[in-house]
């Protein structure tokens, strides 16, 4: 007994729960102030991520350039990583459109059976048959999630909650490409040229893929930036939100990836179901659905079985 607290006592341990719950926090705020862009008729998903690889790209390409130290990894892996993450941000935050939060945030545990078979394969992480039941249990609330949206399109808070249940899913699975990649680059060189070059590479991402929808002017997002520039400054707070909270994620995420992995990571995000149930009960009176909580409890049960004993 003694023995096993002191295991879980350990100051390790105590960082990585603690720093799973702030990216759960910070995760679920930045669902919260995309939701609330939705509900306000801003539609740049695109925009929303480029201030916050700007901020990467100046704070950590400025602590790099100052250290004057050689780049450890190959550039063109920074390109691919970048394109994932951008792409990835893209969908879901285009998802909001179309569902509600509380699915957004349940739905993305897609990524953590993802991140198993990745570095299941690429890391050569070892897990037994209590974590692929354990996982099997956080799926069996997203399908319970789906079936909820899909069924009762009268509480489902979205003009189409099946498309945006798919676009959460298939984000998921870009963000588990993303999360791998990046536990392998921080455990092989360092976490300030990671974000470095992940910043420099999402911005110029970024702007090259806003410069090809504003081409199109006939495109939804053209439209809703146009609203978002023409309407009041109280517009900015939530999209100026976003960026603060998706910096400090990105910021922290290393830090989680390199004492606990990949799949932790994405296990501790699954507490940001709670605070998305809270936030929909609180900040926008909305009544919901019993089958989230059926949904969430399974997620939570499957995180428990999951965590009964780590594996080797």
């Known amino acids: 007994g003694g023995g096993c607290r002191a295991r879980w006592l350990r100051r390790e341990v105590l960082l990585a729960l603690a720093l799973g719950q702030l990216v759960s ?47 450890t990894t190959k550039w063109y892996y920074y390109l691919i990583l970048g394109i994932i993450d951008v792409e990835a941000n893209y969908i879901v935050v285009k998802s909001y459109q179309y569902t509600s939060l509380t699915s957004v945030m349940l739905l993305d545990c897609w990524s953590i059976p993802c991140v198993i078979v990745l570095t299941w394969i690429f890391l050569k992480t070892k897990y037994g048959f209590r974590k692929f039941f354990g996982v099997g249990v956080c799926v069996a609330g997203l399908i319970l999630v789906v079936f909820s949206d899909v069924h009762a399109s009268d509480r489902a808070k979205g003009p189409k909650p099946l498309k945006g249940d798919l676009l959460v899913i298939v984000g998921s699975m870009l963000y588990a490409c993303s999360n791998v990649t990046e536990e392998y680059l921080v455990k092989k060189n360092n976490r300030i040229e990671l974000m470095a070059m992940l910043g420099i590479f999402g911005a110029v991402i970024s702007g090259i893929q806003i410069t090809c929808i504003f081409l199109d002017i006939t495109t939804e997002v053209f439209l809703s930036e146009k609203n978002f520039i023409r309407s009041n400054g109280m517009q900015v707070f939530p999209f100026i939100g976003f960026a603060l909270a998706m910096f400090l994620f990105y910021s922290t995420v290393p830090t989680v990836l390199k004492i606990c992995g990949a799949t932790m990571l994405n296990l501790s995000l699954l507490t940001s179901d709670m605070w998305a149930v809270l936030i929909r009960i609180f900040a926008y009176h909305e009544k919901v659905d019993w089958m989230y909580f059926v949904a969430f409890a399974c997620t939570a049960g499957g995180l428990l079985v999951y965590s009964y004993r780590s594996s080797k």
């Open 25 to 71: 926090l910070l995760i679920t705020s930045t669902g919260f102030s995309s939701s609330e862009l939705a509900r306000r008729g801003i539609n740049a998903p695109t925009s929303q991520s480029l201030l916050n690889y700007i901020l990467l790209a100046l704070v950590y390409g400025g602590i790099l350039l100052y250290r004057r130290q050689p780049l």
